[in-house]
């Protein structure tokens, strides 16, 4: 069975940190590149970043860039999303996902990528 799970998820306090990790099983995902998307209530599924699948590029949402890093470990088929300087605004189900993105363009399309995982709820607090 292919799948992502996330873990990490939690409560923080805002100008907090968290560490998302999403490991895959049932294949490897080392030729594809990874994402982390996110989804508050009622709105859409929103691009955070992506890393290719060397790690040696990555590309980030306008709102997270110098908060957020993503990183992946290819021989752990795990990809990370540090968060740092938490704000309200981050408070979402964040999901992880793999696909095979030819075009940077590409990148924070959600109908781009292959495998989601079910996601962890990230809640900041003022």
């Known amino acids: 069975q292919v799948q992502l799970v996330e873990s990490g998820g939690g409560l923080v306090q805002a100008g907090g940190s968290l560490r998302l990790s999403c490991e895959a099983s049932g294949r490897t995902f080392s030729d594809r590149a990874m994402a982390w998307f996110r989804q508050a209530p009622g709105k859409e599924r929103e691009f955070v970043a992506q890393v290719t699948w060397s790690g040696g590029i990555t590309y980030y949402a306008d709102s997270v860039r110098g908060r957020f890093t993503i990183s992946r470990d290819n021989a752990k088929n795990t990809v990370y999303l540090r968060m740092n300087s938490l704000e309200c605004e981050d408070t979402a189900v964040y999901y992880c996902?793999?696909?095979?993105?030819?075009?940077?363009?590409?990148?924070?399309?959600?109908?781009?990528?292959?495998?989601w995982g079910q996601g962890t709820q990230v809640t900041v607090s003022s």
């Open positions: 996902a793999a696909g095979r993105i030819a075009f940077r363009d590409d990148a924070a399309s959600p109908n781009k990528y292959n495998y």
